[in-house]
């Protein structure tokens, strides 16, 4: 390949690498150091943990691996395996204070610029198109988002700030549209920076269905609890019923009722809820009741793939609901640019070719589907990305929130979580067999 590419590689494995430093750093410097070392939630790690975590994965992979030195630290690789040690136990391990946390990250990645500024990316597998660099930045992301959601956890007056999402115009179009059956390309085999679980690209056949233009909104979903829909079992499958019983689950995670209407916590501040806002933080339970309640259910993975990808007059898969160029702010609500999803409807410049709305970014997605590898898989760099994870046991989540930055993004890009998750930036849409 030519010079160039290689240089452009080098260029976007930068600054990329950089985003997501700024990122970690904003996350992990607007807090004092007792909120640095606490656990918020016995479902997250001290957030500590997981600066301390970025900066040895970095290591690991891009020093160890790719560069092949020696380990900076080998007495802490344990504590930062998130195998070893399960979330709740984390606060209770002799973790790195923060100042030397913060030292050995950036000492990590000091000598990664080095590396990186000689770094051939037409080696081995690990390196090829700077695919390393990409999964370390992704990697990054993916705990800002995990950090974002422990600083929704924590109490205490709002530390972070960001604009509200400008308000675009009022979306006129249909509650749904129409997808017409067919195969279509999922997944992606050409994508350079795409994660194991993603690959390889495959034809599937998707029986025609009619999906969501927005996702479920704040309105539509307090119409679901005014109608009774957490008193009523039909609506929820055994497991969900019997968890929201258990739990006295009666609303969205950080919701509570003031007389007759609902409040939500959000990052420290406490706001009427917005109606036309994407519901968040409900669990896949929640969402897969309300869909049952609105004469519908959850878009298989499958279905939501080809209503993001498809491009009817070429036949062919695209990158993004829009087309193939990389996200901008004019097409979706990522990159903690907002601390919250747009009004459902927005984003006209990244609507998909069958109308679909905000498929990327706002809210993860719940999905009808099981994490499941797809024909061909192989599980690259490490097992314990995803293949360890892959059975019925966990939900797929699609699309992105408004908490993900647009390198850990794509229309193939695949989340996933237990059913009773809700601390997470998740939504929904729903579908209905063309059929039913
Ligand atoms: C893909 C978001 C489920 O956070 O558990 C981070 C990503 N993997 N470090 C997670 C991940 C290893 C993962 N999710
Ligand atoms: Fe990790």
């Known amino acids: 390949t030519a010079k160039w590419d290689t240089e452009a590689l080098r260029e976007r494995a930068l600054a990329s690498l950089t985003t997501a430093r700024d990122r970690t750093t904003l996350l992990t410097t607007c807090v004092d150091e007792p909120d640095l070392t606490a656990q918020h939630s016995p479902l997250m790690s001290p957030l500590v943990w997981d600066l301390a975590h970025i900066g ?21 690789d344990s504590l930062y395996d998130a195998f070893e040690h399960p979330r709740a136990e984390r606060p209770s391990l002799p973790l790195l204070p923060p100042a030397e946390a913060r030292r050995y990250a950036a000492e990590v990645r000091g000598r990664v610029l080095d590396l990186l500024a000689g770094a051939d990316f037409h ?25 974002l959601i422990t600083h929704q956890l ?12 400008e308000p675009g115009p009022p979306f006129t179009g249909p509650a749904d549209v129409l997808i017409p059956g067919g195969p279509f390309t999922m997944g992606t085999s050409g994508e350079p920076w795409a994660l194991d679980n993603e690959r390889p690209a495959h034809v599937r056949e998707v029986a025609p269905f009619w999906i969501d233009t927005t996702p479920v909104t704040n309105g539509a979903y307090q119409a679901f609890i005014e109608d009774g829909g957490y008193d009523t079992e039909r609506w929820w499958a055994p497991e969900g019923w019997a968890h929201i019983r258990r739990h006295g689950i009666t609303a969205p995670l950080f919701w509570r009722r003031d007389g007759d209407r609902w409040l939500r916590r959000r990052f420290g501040t406490t706001e009427a809820v917005p109606p036309d806002e994407p519901v968040v933080h409900v669990c896949w339970y929640e969402a897969d009741a309300y869909a049952r309640w609105a004469g519908r259910r959850l878009p298989t993975e499958a279905e939501w793939e080809k209503a993001a990808r498809h491009d009817p007059a070429t036949g062919r898969s695209r990158r993004y609901p829009w087309g193939d160029a990389d996200p ?20 006209p410049e990244g ?12 809210v993860w997605e719940w999905t009808a589907s099981d994490f499941l590898p797809y024909p061909g898989f192989r599980a690259f760099p490490y097992k314990e990305y995803s293949e360890v994870f892959f059975g019925p046991e966990y939900k797929v989540l699609r699309g992105g929130s408004f908490a993900v930055d647009p390198v850990a993004c794509r229309g193939t890009f695949r989340n996933w979580d237990y059913p009773i998750r809700r601390q997470i930036f998740s939504g929904f849409r729903t579908a209905r067999s063309e059929d039913a």
């Open 56 to 76: 040895n994965q970095e290591e690991l992979w891009l020093l160890r691996a790719v560069g092949g030195r020696e380990a900076m630290r080998p007495e802490i």
């Open 123 to 147: 080696g081995t597998r690990l390196t090829e198109a700077g695919f390393a660099f990409g999964m370390i930045a992704q990697h990054e992301q993916q705990h800002d988002e995990t950090m």
């Open 154 to 165: 924590r109490s205490g007056p709002a530390v972070l700030t960001a604009p509200e999402p």
């Open 328 to 347: 901008a702010p004019r097409h979706a609500n990522l990159g903690q640019r907002h601390l919250g999803p747009a009004p459902a409807g927005s984003y």
């Open 351 to 362: 609507e998909s070719p069958y109308g679909v709305r905000q498929l990327i970014g706002d």
